[in-house]
C-alpha cells in the first residue's frame, strides 16, 4: 500500500485530470462566487458567505449540501469531525475562507476533505480580509 504521502500525490495529480472533468460546473461555481464578494465585500465570517453561497447555488438549480459532516477515524475509531462547507452536484467540494491569504495549510485541509470524501475536484477560495491600519 502506498505511503500517505504517495497517495496524496497521486490523489493531487488525479484532481488535475478531474478539474477537466467538472470543468462546466467549476466554471459556474466561479461565476456564482463573483456576485457575493461584489455585493458583501470584504469583513463578515465565513459562514455568511458561505450561506450566500448556498443562496445562489440554489438559484442555479444546482444541487449541493452545506456543512458536509465529515468523520475522522484512527484505527476504526471516531476520534473526530469536521464540516466541508459546501459540496456542489455531488462532485466539487466548495470551501470558503474569510483570510487575507490562502496559506499551505488550508490547501493541505482540503486534501485531507478530498481524501476523506472520496471526491475529485475543489474550489478553494479566500474573502480577502483587510488588515487594518495601526
Known sequence: MPSRKNRVRLRFRSLRADWQKHELLTQKIIGIFYPIYNE???????????????????????????????????????????????????????????????????????????????KSACYLTSVRVRKSAG
Not at 76 to 89: H, P, S, T
Open 40 to 118: 458583501l465585500g470584504h469583513g463578515f465570517l465565513e459562514n455568511v458567505y458561505q450561506k450566500s453561497f448556498a443562496v445562489l447555488v440554489r438559484e442555479q438549480a444546482l444541487n449541493y449540501c452545506a456543512q458536509m459532516p465529515i468523520k475522522i477515524f484512527y484505527h476504526n475509531v471516531d476520534v473526530g469531525e469536521y464540516f466541508a462547507d459546501l459540496v456542489v452536484e455531488s462532485a466539487v467540494l466548495v470551501e470558503l475562507k474569510a483570510v487575507s491569504a490562502l496559506e499551505s495549510a488550508h490547501e493541505k485541509q482540503v486534501l485531507n476533505y478530498l481524501l476523506l470524501i472520496s
